[in-house]
C-alpha cells in the first residue's frame, strides 16, 4: 500500500497550487481520503477530507473557501487545488486513506498516509 503525494512548491503569496495524491490498487478507490499539513513544531492538521464517491467534503475553517479537495477514482487519485495562498500555508502536506468510506478529521483514523510534500509561500 502505498500513497504518493506530489505538487508542492515555492510560490508567492496569492498564487495557486495543485497537489496530487496517487494510491496503489488495492486501497483509497473505497475509502475516505484526507490531507493534513504539518508546519514547523506545530502538530499535523486537518486541511481537508472527501468520502469514498466524492459526494461529501470537508475543510478546515483555515482554508474554507480557499482549498478544494476532489477526486479521481478510476485514476486512484485525489487532489487538493489551493488558491490564495497565504504565508500561514507553509507547511508539509500529507495525504492519508481512511479506515473507512468516510473522511475524519482525527488522524488516527487514517490508515494510511504519503510521504509528504513541501508547500512554500512566501509574502
Known amino acids: 500500500v502505498q500513497l504518493q503525494a506530489s505538487g508542492g512548491g515555492l510560490v508567492q503569496a496569492g498564487a495557486s497550487l495543485r497537489l496530487s495524491c496517487t494510491a496503489s490498487?488495492?486501497?483509497?478507490?473505497?475509502?475516505?481520503m484526507g490531507w493534513f499539513r504539518q508546519a514547523p513544531g506545530k502538530e499535523r492538521e486537518f486541511v481537508a477530507g472527501?468520502?469514498?464517491?466524492?459526494?461529501?467534503?470537508g475543510y478546515a475553517d483555515s482554508v474554507k473557501g480557499r482549498f478544494t479537495i476532489s477526486r479521481d477514482r478510476a485514476k486512484n487519485t485525489v487532489y487538493l487545488q489551493m488558491d490564495s495562498l497565504k504565508p500561514e500555508d507553509t507547511a508539509v502536506y500529507y495525504c492519508?486513506?481512511?479506515?473507512?468510506?468516510?473522511?475524519?478529521?482525527?488522524?488516527?483514523?487514517?490508515?494510511?498516509w504519503g510521504q509528504g510534500t513541501q508547500v512554500t509561500v512566501s509574502s
Open positions: 490498487r488495492r486501497t483509497s478507490s473505497n475509502n475516505g
Open positions: 472527501i468520502n469514498w464517491n466524492g459526494g461529501f467534503t
Open positions: 492519508a486513506a481512511a479506515q473507512g468510506a468516510t473522511y475524519s478529521q482525527d488522524r488516527s483514523l487514517y490508515r494510511y
